[in-house]
Nanobody
């Protein structure tokens, strides 16, 4: 069983910065990808950023402001968020695609979510 523990959310003023962390624990043989999603009130969950074998992708609205990175030795993914805007307010979820054994299927895991609020 794999568990994801997120941290780093909070309340910040527009233009401010936050850094989210997500640490994965449990039986992990290999990781295919790690990602951050977010869900604002009344909206669908959307992908914010992904990192897979060193390659990154971002949704258009955060390009140039957010940076995703990972520490493979610690099974941890980070999201550095700069120049935050009120529209970034949402619950942010960590996502992991990994397998427990070399012969296992890839499994999809989610964190519990962390609130990010951007307001003056």
């Amino acid at each position: 069983q794999v568990q994801l523990v997120e941290s780093g959310g909070g309340l910040v003023q527009p233009g401010g910065s936050l850094r989210l962390s997500c640490a994965a624990s449990g039986t992990i043989f290999s990781i295919n990808a790690m990602a951050w999603y977010r869900q604002a009130p009344g909206k669908e969950r959307e992908m914010v950023a992904t990192i897979s074998y060193g390659l990154t992708e971002y949704t258009d609205s955060v390009k140039g402001r957010f940076t995703i990175s990972s520490d493979n030795a610690k099974n941890t993914v980070y999201l550095q968020m700069n120049n935050l805007e009120p529209e970034d307010t949402a619950v942010y979820y960590c996502n992991l695609i990994a397998r427990a054994r070399s012969y296992s299927d890839w499994e999809n895991y989610w964190g519990q979510g962390t609130q990010v609020s951007v307001s003056s």
